[in-house]
């Protein structure tokens, strides 16, 4: 079944599916028993369903990310990106809009997960609530009447959205994530002044002033620990390589100092 709706522009629209999270329901671990062929259990549905009924003259290109994730290139190709799924993939869900967004793309949420916890996407430019209908034709009207995204102020680091995504699953009201990226910042500029504190004593005292150097080390290196931990806590294993990295880069620049000859 097609929509009614006739629209007067083309448009390309790009559905992602976002991976599955482990649990019961997936059967992940039966996978193996068929060669590396199977990497999901069923196919998405809901969101197929949705891009069947598109207007026929616009483009569809779908991706489920259990078969391969969504690439850059797909987001900049298209005019608006569809995701759908369920309360346990909300922090995949969120992470696919974030990605759309980076390339300045508007999103419509939808499915089970949207449709009962609308709250959980505040990020997304559109919510689809319950089944296909006339408020989905009206999602297709106003894409069909809009471009882009409305204007919003565009935060270029991705660190917030990880920050939120975090979050997210813990149900924290929105200023959490706002507070600890200011702390995080805080933070980091403290431990700039410190090092600038370093750099100078150092040069007026024409040798390694080994106060202020501490000071600074003690507070950047405590930084990339607490976010070690926090990586731990919140299962935020993909950015703690990068964590680990960052410390013990410092923690051997330190050791380095006190080994030079003064
Ligand atoms: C098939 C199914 C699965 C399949 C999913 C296969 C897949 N790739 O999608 C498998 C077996 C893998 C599965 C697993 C699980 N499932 Co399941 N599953 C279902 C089931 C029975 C049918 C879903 C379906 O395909 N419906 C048919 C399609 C056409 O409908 P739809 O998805 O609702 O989509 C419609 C609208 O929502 C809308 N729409 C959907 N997406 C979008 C997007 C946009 C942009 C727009 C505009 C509209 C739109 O349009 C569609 C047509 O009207 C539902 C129960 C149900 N009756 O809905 C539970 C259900 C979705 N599952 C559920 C749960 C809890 C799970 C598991 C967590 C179980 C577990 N403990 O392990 C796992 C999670 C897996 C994961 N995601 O990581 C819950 C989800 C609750 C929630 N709100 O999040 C449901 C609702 C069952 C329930 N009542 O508890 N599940």
Same mark, same amino acid.
């Given at each position: 079944?097609?929509t009614?709706y006739v629209?007067?522009?083309?448009?390309?629209? *790009?559905?992602v599916y976002?991976?599955? $999270?482990?649990?019961?329901?997936?059967?992940?671990?039966?996978?193996?028993?068929?060669g590396?062929?199977?990497?999901?259990?069923m196919?998405?549905?809901? *969101?197929?369903?949705?891009?069947?009924?598109?207007?026929e003259s616009?483009?569809?290109?779908?991706?489920?990310?259990?078969?391969r994730?969504?690439?850059?290139?797909?987001?900049?190709?298209?005019?608006?990106?569809?995701?759908?799924?369920?309360?346990?993939?909300?922090?995949?869900?969120?992470?696919?809009?974030a990605?759309?967004?980076?390339?300045?793309?508007?999103?419509?949420? /939808?499915?089970?997960?949207?449709?009962?916890?609308?709250?959980?996407?505040?990020?997304?430019?559109?919510l689809?609530?319950?089944?296909?209908?006339? /408020?989905?034709?009206r999602?297709?009207?106003?894409?069909?009447?809009?471009?882009?995204?409305?204007?919003?102020?565009?935060?270029a680091?991705?660190?917030?959205?990880?920050?939120?995504?975090?979050t997210?699953?813990?149900?924290?009201?929105?200023? !959490?994530?706002?507070?600890?990226?200011?702390?995080?910042? !805080?933070?980091?500029? !403290?431990?700039?002044?410190?090092?600038?504190?370093?750099?100078?004593?150092?040069?007026? $005292?024409?040798?390694? $002033?080994w106060?202020?150097?501490?000071?600074? &080390?003690?507070?950047?290196?405590?930084?990339?620990a607490? &976010?070690?931990?926090?990586?731990?806590?919140?299962?935020?294993?993909?950015?703690?390589?990068?964590?680990?990295s960052l410390?013990?880069?410092?923690?051997?620049?330190?050791?380095?100092?006190?080994?030079?000859?003064?």
């Open positions: 079944m097609r009614p629209p007067s522009r083309a448009r390309r629209i *790009l559905c976002p991976r599955y $999270a482990k649990s019961f329901g997936t059967f992940q671990y039966s996978y193996p028993f068929f590396g062929r199977v990497r999901a259990f196919p998405p549905q809901g *969101l197929l369903t949705v891009a069947a009924y598109l207007p616009w483009q569809v290109r779908f991706v489920d990310e259990n078969a994730a969504a690439t850059t290139r797909d987001f900049q190709w298209a005019d608006a990106v569809f995701v759908s799924g369920m309360h346990i993939q909300r922090a995949h869900i969120n992470d696919v809009i990605r759309a967004h980076a390339q300045g793309r508007p999103v419509a949420a /939808g499915g089970p997960s949207p449709s009962g916890c609308p709250e959980y996407y505040p990020d997304a430019d559109m689809h609530l319950g089944e296909l209908g006339d /408020g989905t034709d999602l297709l009207e106003y894409l069909d009447t809009h471009d882009g995204r409305r204007d919003t102020w565009k935060f680091s991705q660190n917030f959205r990880a920050v939120a995504g975090a997210s699953i813990y149900h924290a009201p929105r200023w !959490v994530p706002a507070l600890l990226f200011t702390g995080v910042i !805080v933070w980091q500029l !403290v431990a700039a002044l410190f090092f600038g504190w370093a750099f100078v004593s150092s040069v007026m $005292a024409g040798r390694l $002033a106060a202020p150097i501490h000071a600074a &080390f003690a507070t950047a290196l405590a930084l990339w607490a &976010f070690m931990i926090t990586d731990e806590i919140c299962k935020q294993y993909d950015t703690q390589s990068s964590h680990v410390f013990t880069a410092q923690l051997l620049t330190l050791v380095s100092l006190h080994l030079l000859p003064s």
